[in-house]
């Protein structure tokens, strides 16, 4: 949870378009049709969410807010990701932070805006603050572009460790949908932990949101995150100008 800090913590309605011989459709022959079992299931639907975004491109946005009980500040990190998975994988990542209010200095000098480039394994970093433009090559391990990072598997996983969930199926435009809401365990750094889950029956998560109370040395802060896929089989996902520039 410290990461949270330095704004590298890390949001959501996703639709893929029913197989049919009569329209279009973005679920590709493998993609598994998830039961209520399955997604109650969590290595199952980590697994299915995997094997389904793997194989063609997609969209995640993410809002992370973080507050102090006091209400003297509040930090928001917006994310976006475009990815294309498949060979020679190809992945644009940008992250925004704003501060308002009594914010801790972390906070208030974090960089305006950091892009990240991928192509294969080369990735490329622009960071943008108050006090100019960068642009370098930095390892692929260093950066927000790597596909399990990209996945939000880790924060799936936290479901695993629930007290009790619900679950309710729902239909939208002929697609069905599982809603799981759930509490989770305490741990020694966080409570009143909270999550709400949207999954395609398509095969992967469409949309997470988490509630936590996280200890802090300054005293606890409140964080929410809504993670979101979409566009998927339906994202473009090509080079921006300054990996050419450098600029």
Known sequence: MKRVTQFAAVCVVCLLLTAGCTAPTNVPPSSPELTEDDVTDTSALIQAHTDTLRSQPFTVRSTTTIRDTNNTFTATINRSWRVDPRQSVRALAIRTPTATGDAPRSYQQAPERISAWRHGNETTVRIESDTGVQVRQVQLLNTSVRLNRVLHRQLIYRYSTRQN???????????????????????????????????????????????QTVAYRSGPRVITET???????NTRVEPPSWVETGA
Not at 227 to 233: A, I, L, N, P, T
Request: proline share 0%; hydrophobic share 35%; no cysteine.
């Open 165 to 211: 969930t619900t679950v309710e199926t729902l239909t939208r435009n002929g697609t069905q949908f599982y809603r799981m809401m759930a509490n989770l365990n305490d741990t020694h750094v966080s409570s009143n932990a909270s999550m709400t889950l949207l999954v395609n029956q398509r095969g992967y998560v469409q949309q997470i949101k988490t509630r």
């Open 227 to 233: 993670v979101r896929f979409s566009r998927v089989d």
